[in-house]
């Protein structure tokens, strides 16, 4: 029962966003050709906390380089996009660079028809305000999937809907550096819709199902994932709530019942913004049976941008010990120059319910604190220097979890990246143009 009904969600609210505004066409270029080309080294630092591709050294320090070459033809009603990206890695046990990765991180055909234009291929998705699904900009190799997706806008309405797969990918590779290799599911069901009263309200909705293979057999389990936001505006005051609940079976075939809730507020003044909000991500209780899971899967969103640049808790439930997660924010940014700003998060944590210690006794839900503070610098348009330090103060209550190895020292992390992006090529011909 509860697949078939989260599937007729799906296409209620795909036919709704299908008919609910006329298409923007296109312009009156006849063909178009964009070559775009980026090179993008990193520079990371870590003490006293384990963050991939570190396993054991402390400290450690590593540099990460991704090159990236997109390519776009466009025609009228269709058009090919091709992003080709190769990451290198230098670390401590190796005096040579290591290719991570050689893939595509895009690869798709794009038509219209009608007023409805359809993707095929390898894509990068970003729906909402990523927390769901993200296209994972600052991870070197980013983030896609590969499917079909039917997008349909207008003015105020836009709906998409995807059909989403996964295979055997090549593994010759360090799997933490491909844009694919994370992804969970067998098939999965996307349906996002979004309304602008381009004024003072706004409101976005997602919908998932995912068909999951069981962790120890070759069942296929359903889960389905719903909810959205809604977004108020003044003059300088953003009101938000997002919210989603979870339902069905996981991948270890347990019943799943969970939630996620996000309020926030947002005040934007002339020299500097403020958001205050906090993160609620549930967990699993004690009185729960064997049999039946609360954990809420954040899919594929980005972590970092609401639980800290640190990564700490990324992965959940593992990362929780699947007992929840509580993260009060205050973030502060504040525009230094033109070019320069200055920004600093700061995060308490807490699990939503107790971890047990070696006497299956409770621990305190408190987990610790974080600090960020970063600075971008766009000296000039093709150019982006950013650069961040950061520092996560642990309890006793961290040893019960994996991320930090000495839950009595300060963990830090720090990075400096450049990122030089240029368009190589950019050959337009119009209609009128003579052959």
Known sequence: MIQKRAIKIFFVLFIFGLFSGQAQERDSLSQQFLMNAEIRPRAEYTSNYTLPPNTSADPYFYITQRNRISMQYERAKWLIKSDVQEIHLWDKENSRSKIGSLNFYQLFLETKFKSVNIRLGRQSILLDNGRLFSDAPWAQQGRAHEGIRLMKQSERFSNDFFFLFTRNYNTEFEPAYSPVAANRYK??????????????????????????????????????????????????????????LQFGHNQKGQKLF????????????????????????SGSSAQLSADHSGDFDVLYGVTWKFNGNMNVFTRFPTDVGSKGLINPYLFTTIPLHPKLSIRTDFHLFYTQYHLKNELNQNVKKFLGFENDISLKYNPIKALEVNCAFSFYQSVDSMKYLPKIQDENKTAFWSYLMVSYSFNALNIKRYKNQSN
Do not use: C, H
């Open 258 to 281: 969970a939630y996620y809730f996000q309020p926030e507020i947002k005040l934007s003044l002339e020299k500097s913004n403020w958001r205050l909000g906090a993160e609620i991500i």
């Open 187 to 244: 098939y999965m069901l996307v349906n996002s819709f979004s309304y602008n009263s381009k004024k003072a309200f706004s409101f976005n909705s997602i919908s998932a199902v995912d068909f999951l293979e069981s962790t120890d057999s070759e069942q296929l389990y359903t889960r389905a994932t719903t909810g959205g936001r809604v977004d108020f505006k003044t003059k300088n005051w953003n009101y938000t709530l997002n919210s989603y």
